[in-house]
């Protein structure tokens, strides 16, 4: 049995696929399984991951699914002490595995770790998701319900506690499964921070929808539910915390709405947002003055200066 197993699902990922491959099999580290899952493409990826071995363990959906349902169908798959997912997209640096795992060796208290990463662009822009900051290690539940951090490329997590506390990836989320499932992990292990660059995340293979980005707020609400079943008088023992998520969840709805052109709407639920927090005050104003579309055009001219 390998000691890490990495789970890749792939949809007709042929344009990135041998790249995120390379970047496993480049490693220093060697004793892992790639956990394969074939989400019914009709490009050649499949043909792609099966030149890379017996350690490309390959499995095919018996249809197409959403990428979270595809990752609940590896779950009985993955046989490794410690477990990672790498979208096709993304890459790995060549000591993740090695760095990640002496860490969970040596550390038996900790249940998750995790690094910085690149956001980059194939045009070749790059930047740090943390910017030099150095990120929380130990009991982090607090700082990740009131503002999560990870980048799922960029962490391990040890099978056993996923086991002991039954969380893994659930299908009642989709676009927010990796934040439901390490929040809730945050509550009962701890987790570690490497303040090295240790994988990089594609920037724009997410598509996002008017629809999609709708579900990311109906997602955490849910998600404030499932906690609230969970831990014995969450309401209580975690005001501040609980009013940053609503913040963000009302800031969320309100550029729904923009995006719609609602702007009555829009500036309601950003209204509901600045009683959270006085951030939202900001897009509480311009969306009486622009439209969505001339505000993103504006931002993203910012972003390249």
Not at 42 to 70: H, R, W, Y
Not at 158 to 179: A, G, P
Request: net charge neutral; glycine share 6%; charged share 25%.
């Amino acid at each position: 049995m390998s000691k890490v197993s990495i789970l890749m699902n792939c949809f007709n990922g042929e344009k990135y696929v041998r790249s995120a491959l390379q970047s496993v099999f480049s490693q220093t580290y060697k004793n892992f399984e790639v956990i394969f899952v074939d989400n019914c493409s009709t490009d050649s990826s499949l043909k792609i991951a099966s030149e890379f071995g017996e350690k490309v363990k390959i499995f095919s959906t018996p249809q197409n699914m959403s990428l979270c349902k595809a990752r609940v169908f590896a779950k009985d798959y993955i046989d490794g002490e410690y477990f990672c997912v790498l979208d096709i997209d993304d890459l790995m640096l060549p000591t993740k595995l090695e760095k990640q795992v002496a860490i969970l060796e040596s550390h038996p208290q900790v249940g998750v770790v995790y690094s910085d990463t690149l956001y980059f662009k194939d045009s070749g822009e790059e930047v740090s998701a943390y910017g030099g900051k150095i990120m929380p290690s130990g009991k982090v539940f607090e700082e990740m319900l009131g503002g999560y951090f990870l980048s799922l490329e960029a962490v391990m997590v040890r099978m056993s506690v996923l086991r002991e506390h039954k969380l893994y990836f659930s299908e009642n989320y989709n676009v927010s499964s990796d934040m439901e499932l390490f929040v809730k992990l945050s509550y009962f292990t701890e987790f570690y921070y490497i303040p090295e660059t240790l994988a990089k995340w594609r920037h724009g293979h997410v598509t996002e929808s008017i629809s999609q980005y709708e579900s990311f707020p109906k997602e955490y609400e849910q998600l404030l539910v499932d906690l609230g079943k969970m831990i014995p008088e969450f309401q209580k023992k975690y005001p501040d915390q609980i009013s940053r998520l609503r913040g963000v969840i009302e800031n969320m709805y309100g550029v729904s709405a923009w995006k719609k052109g609602d702007v009555a709407k829009a500036r309601g639920r950003f209204r509901a947002a600045t009683k959270e927090n006085r951030k939202y005050f900001l897009p509480y104003i311009l969306s009486s003055l622009f439209s969505y579309k001339s505000y993103d055009k504006v931002r993203s001219l910012i972003r390249k200066v």
